[in-house]
């Protein structure tokens, strides 16, 4: 597999994750350069998110390497892993109900120097800006899963864990999440992407992971994307 240009941010070795019995990722081997966009492609089930929650250490029992900015952290508890920079957007989005869309942007802890202000994320984000006061129940998805996405940048995370982002979503969101993804891009931030709808990533990243049976299949620059179509076809059963 061909290494990224950028600094590696991010590099995961012969990792295996376990839910209770069940052996979910058999040796996963990626690397992560700093301001790439890298996505998970596969189908459902296939270790994706695992690989995720697995980074940021909400995984039971793991072993083999990750580390990130060359610090290793197989053996440390989320929190710390957090204040390394990295920030978690689930795929249940983890929106508080009870909140405004302001406290909910609040809420989390500053993990790293350099997260985005109030002003910045709300010039980012102006549908949030405009429902600022509203609960978090009186949101559309769509405004969720950008309150979602919204909350981890003030924190000062430069690594992002984006879990399904799309799913579910109207066609216009989408197309605004994307916008969004490349504007961070530009800013500098480091994205790993789970993604179902394939079309949405295709453009975005640097380079694309094809997880299968909790292994790496592929692993598919942009520049041969156009090549690999048959191949991912077959892996993605599109």
Do not use: W
């Not at 597999?1 to 012969?14: C, G, H, I, K, W």
């Not at 120097?113 to 949101?139: C, H, K, Q, V, W």
């Amino acid at each position: 597999m061909t290494e990224p240009l950028q600094r590696e941010m991010l590099r995961v070795s012969d990792l295996h994750a376990y839910y209770d019995e069940s052996h979910i990722l058999h040796g996963i081997n990626l690397t992560v350069g700093e301001g790439e966009v890298v996505t998970l492609l596969g189908r459902n089930g296939a270790g994706r998110t695992t690989i995720l929650k697995s980074i940021i250490g909400l995984v039971g029992r793991r072993n083999g390497s990750i580390t990130i900015n060359g610090v290793e952290t197989i053996r440390m508890p989320t929190h710390r892993i957090a204040h390394l920079g990295i920030g978690y957007c689930p795929e249940e989005r983890g929106i508080f109900s009870s909140l405004s869309v302001e406290e909910n942007l609040l809420l989390p802890p500053v993990v790293k120097d350099g997260g985005m202000t109030l002003p910045e994320i709300y010039a980012m984000f102006p549908n949030l800006l405009e429902r600022r006061s509203s609960m978090g129940t009186r949101l559309s998805g769509g405004e969720q899963q950008m309150l979602a996405m919204a909350r981890i940048l003030r924190t000062g995370a430069k690594l992002l864990l984006l879990d399904e982002i799309t799913e579910g979503l109207a066609p216009i969101i989408v197309q605004t999440l994307k916008q969004l993804i490349g504007q961070l891009k530009e800013k500098g931030f480091t994205i790993i992407l789970v993604e179902q709808n394939f079309h949405f990533a295709a453009d975005l990243a640097d380079r694309h992971y094809v997880v299968d049976h909790g292994l790496i299949a592929e692993m598919i620059p942009r520049a041969a994307l156009a090549s690999s179509r048959e191949k991912l076809n077959q892996y993605l059963g599109v």
